[in-house]
Every structure is written in C-alpha cells, then in structure tokens.
C-alpha cells in the first residue's frame, strides 16, 4: 500500500501543495503512511528550542504527555504494533522496523493530540475490548504505552471509517499543535504532521 523512496516522499508534498485536500484525509495520510523515508540523521545543532530536549530519554513531547525511549522501543519491537500498522503505516520486514522510528513517532503524536486537544474521542472502550479479544494476553500483558497507541489507532480508524470525525477540529488540532521531539529524529512540521529529517522541504 505504501510507496517507497523518494517518489513517496514527492507524492506527499505534491499533496500538501495542492492545498486543497481535504483536512481529514491529510492527518488519515499520516496515519496510514507517516513520511515514507527515514533519511539517516545525524546529531546536530537544533534549529529551534522546540526541537530539543534536556532529558536524555525523550522522544517527544505532545498533548501533554512524553514519548520516552523505552517507549518508542516497545512501539517498535511489539509484535501488533508490527502486524496493525505494517499493511499501511510501515514500509518491508518487521525487521526492517527499527528504522522506522520516525513513522512511529509521527503516529504516536497525532493520536496524541487529537484525543488530548478533544478533536476526537479515541478513549476507545469497544476498540479495546476488540483488541483484547484478538490478541488476549498478548495485548493484556503489552505496555500501557502500546496498548494506548493501538487502542487510540483504532479508535480513529472507526471513527474515521464511519464518517464521525469533525474534520476542522482534526485538522486545526494537529496543524496548531505545539510538539517537541529530540533533533535526533527529525523535526515536527505541523502542516505535513509529521516528524520529517532535518533539511526537508516538505
């Protein structure tokens, strides 16, 4: 489902370009597929306070609540994660995962802040019974941070499936929202929601 490269990466700001798209369908996008490349990196001076962090273990921070490290490891190795959002939001092998941290993290935000910002309900109490009736101990016994994004995942893909999302409110939510991740990941570029590599100009 995914496109791969550069060629990816063009079709998203070809789309963020046109303007026009419809402001659901853009966060959708982020969910679905996130930026499409994991550009290597390097440690380097942030460009602004926002990208920079004091603590050592923070990844990001958004909607009032810190991605740490331990819990962006558990997104990447957990095993559901792998299989919910391997058919759309990440690209190849599980074990072609860890490279992908960028992708995770843009996703982790987004649901972040839309349930904070109250955009959108994704407490989803009848996605997590479904997902612990798919996955029982599997899902029971991940940690609250994985549980949270596939719970949330879920929420907004029903809601989203079925029409119930306030498309404005998504949109102004995601785009205005104020987002830290460490300049070891990329930057935060609230128009494309997405934690994008430093240098792009998407």
Same mark, same amino acid.
């Given at each position: 489902? %995914?496109?791969? $490269?550069?060629?990816?990466? @063009?079709?998203?700001?070809?789309?963020?370009?046109?303007?026009?798209?419809?402001?659901?369908? &853009?966060?959708?996008?982020? &969910?679905?597929?996130?930026?499409?490349?994991?550009?290597? #990196?390097?440690?380097?001076?942030?460009?602004?306070?926002?990208?920079?962090?004091?603590?050592?273990?923070?990844?990001?921070?958004?909607?009032?609540? !810190?991605?740490?490290?331990?819990?962006?490891?558990?997104?990447?190795?957990?095993? =559901?994660?792998? @299989?919910?959002?391997? @058919?759309?939001?990440?690209?190849?092998?599980?074990?072609? %995962? $860890?490279?992908?941290?960028?992708?995770? =993290?843009? =996703?982790? &935000?987004?649901?972040?802040?839309?349930?904070? /910002?109250? *955009? *959108?309900?994704? /407490?989803?109490?009848?996605?997590? +019974?479904? %997902? !612990?009736?798919?996955? *029982?101990?599997?899902?029971?016994?991940?940690?609250?941070? #994985?549980?949270?994004?596939?719970?949330?995942?879920?929420?907004?893909?029903?809601?989203?499936?079925? $029409?119930?999302?306030?498309?404005?409110? #998504?949109?102004?939510?995601?785009?205005? *929202?104020?987002?830290?991740?460490?300049?070891?990941?990329?930057?935060?570029? $609230?128009?494309? +929601?997405?934690?994008?590599?430093?240098?792009?100009?998407?």
């Amino acid at each position: 489902m %995914l496109p791969r $490269g550069d060629a990816g990466r @063009n079709d998203s700001a070809g789309r963020h370009a046109r303007g026009g798209d419809d402001a659901v369908a &853009i966060v959708a996008a982020v &969910i679905r597929r996130t930026l499409l490349a994991l550009c290597a #990196v390097a440690a380097m001076v942030a460009l602004s306070s926002c990208s920079t962090f004091n603590r050592a273990d923070s990844v990001a921070v958004a909607g009032g609540s !810190t991605l740490h490290r331990d819990g962006l490891s558990q997104l990447l190795r957990n095993p =559901i994660v792998q @299989n919910a959002l391997q @058919n759309g939001e990440l690209d190849g092998a599980q074990a072609e %995962l $860890g490279s992908q941290a960028d992708r995770i =993290i843009s =996703i982790w &935000i987004v649901l972040n802040v839309i349930d904070h /910002s109250g *955009a *959108a309900d994704l /407490s989803g109490t009848a996605e997590q +019974a479904a %997902l !612990t009736t798919k996955y *029982a101990a599997d899902f029971t016994s991940a940690s609250p941070t #994985v549980q949270q994004l596939l719970t949330r995942y879920a929420a907004f893909v029903s809601q989203r499936q079925a $029409g119930t999302l306030d498309q404005a409110k #998504v949109s102004a939510a995601v785009t205005s *929202a104020k987002v830290h991740v460490d300049s070891r990941y990329g930057r935060w570029d $609230g128009a494309q +929601a997405s934690v994008v590599p430093f240098g792009s100009n998407a």
